[in-house]
């Protein structure tokens, strides 16, 4: 079993910058690939951002691929999205993920985070 905690969202005015956090619980932190989906008001759940295990490979939405990025720290059971040049658009509630397999699909993870809300101001 393994417990997300996410952290770190917020207001942001455009062109602003804003890192998550999400602590993991449980001892298989490296053996899981994490993600970061979000979803805002009337929309479907969207993939952000994933990593591998052992952190060697990283993937990205076309939507935020030069703006976001993610990495992880293993010693410390923790998985980090450092957004900069927000847009309004990337206002949504962002959710850390667990799993394995194919990173860009939700149904590929078994935990989810309870989400942290993130607002960019236009």
């Known amino acids: 079993q393994v417990q997300l905690v996410e952290s770190g969202g917020g207001l942001v005015q455009a062109g602003g910058s804003l890192r998550l956090s999400c602590a993991a619980s449980?001892?298989?932190?490296?053996?899981?690939?994490m993600g970061w989906f979000r979803q805002a008001p009337g929309k479907v759940q969207e993939f952000v951002a994933a990593i591998s295990g052992s952190g060697g490979y990283t993937y990205y939405s076309d939507s935020v691929k030069g703006r976001f990025t993610i990495s992880r720290d293993n010693a410390k059971n923790t998985v980090y999205l450092q957004m900069n040049s927000l847009k309004p658009e990337d206002t949504a509630v962002y959710y850390c993920?667990?799993?394995?397999?194919?990173?860009?699909?939700?149904?590929?993870?078994?935990?989810w985070g309870q989400g942290t809300q993130v607002t960019v101001s236009s």
């Open positions: 449980g001892r298989t932190f490296s053996t899981y690939a």
């Open positions: 993920t667990a799993g394995r397999g194919q990173p860009r699909l939700a149904a590929n993870y078994d935990y």
